[in-house]
């Protein structure tokens, strides 16, 4: 029944910033998570960052501290990711995520789960 659309994605130069959104619609849970995973080619899925709803309290991914911010929107149920200072590292699909318990997500267990956008970061 939860519907999450992202969007932002795109192809960016080294150095460049790009801002996911994430609507989530459907939702009825009263506390709940949202974040991010991403997936390179031939790599396993990794848990990005995640932003819980209650206390406002977020989670990163060590190698994208101090780059990446995760916010959101109250009234729109939608989470953003700012992403300054790309590398082509950070190449990969971006996949959206909620879960109604908030730990479980950081385990890289949500329930449910977007379809993916393409970032793409040239050298």
Not at 3 to 13: D, N, T
Not at 40 to 61: C, H, M
């Amino acid at each position: 029944q939860v519907q999450l659309v992202e969007s932002g994605g795109g192809l960016v130069q080294a150095g460049g910033s790009l801002r996911l959104s994430c609507a989530a619609s459907g939702v009825t849970f009263s506390n709940f998570a949202m974040g991010w995973f991403r997936q390179a080619p031939g790599k396993e899925r990794e848990f990005v960052s995640q932003i819980n709803w209650s206390d406002l309290s977020t989670y990163y991914l060590d190698s994208v501290k101090g780059r990446f911010t995760i916010s959101r929107d109250n009234a729109e149920n939608t989470v953003y990711l700012q992403m300054n200072s790309l590398k082509p590292e950070d190449t990969a699909i971006y996949y959206c995520a909620l879960d109604h318990i908030p730990p479980r997500m950081r385990v890289g267990f949500p329930i449910n789960w977007g379809q993916g956008t393409q970032v793409t970061v040239s050298s």
